[in-house]
């Protein structure tokens, strides 16, 4: 329905910045992004479960992990299909695979931190590692 593909990855040192991007496309006539009221950023280190990191509504409206606030800044733009992650002052527990992802409920908005079990379409993925 929908393919996602992540870039903006790489290596940084600690406090330094990464900008991500999310390309979302989709099959002519499909109307499954414009049904797509939410989308999210996650991450997973190794040997750990994939945990939400922010999320945006199609209205603008955010939700960051206690984790990032202050730090990373989700935005999109609509007219070309495209999510971002501003990640700024990085650290090393950032290092991360990052991964975008679509809201699994139809024409809805999400509240709150974005859990990975409410999200699909997953993307392959962009590295992060943030040396000290």
């Known amino acids: 329905q929908v393919q996602l593909v992540e870039s903006g990855g790489g290596s940084v040192q600690a406090g330094g910045s990464l900008r991500l991007s999310c390309a979302a496309s989709?099959?002519?006539?499909?109307?499954?992004?414009?049904?797509?009221?939410?989308m999210g950023w996650f991450r997973q280190a190794p040997g750990k479960a994939r945990e939400g990191v922010a999320r945006?509504?199609?209205?603008?409206?955010?939700s960051y992990a206690d984790s990032v606030k202050g730090r990373f800044t989700i935005s999109q733009n609509n007219a070309k299909n495209t999510l971002y992650l501003q990640m700024n002052s990085l650290k090393p527990e950032d290092t991360a695979m990052y991964y975008c992802?679509?809201?699994?409920?139809?024409?809805?908005?999400?509240?709150?931190?974005?859990?990975?079990?409410?999200?699909?379409?997953w993307g392959q993925g962009t590295q992060v590692t943030v040396s000290s």
């Open positions: 945006i509504n199609r209205d603008g409206s955010t």
């Open positions: 992802a679509t809201y699994r409920a139809r024409w809805a908005y999400c509240t709150g931190v974005p859990l990975a079990a409410d999200f699909g379409s």
């Open positions: 989709e099959l002519p006539y499909s109307t499954y992004l414009y049904s797509t009221y939410c």
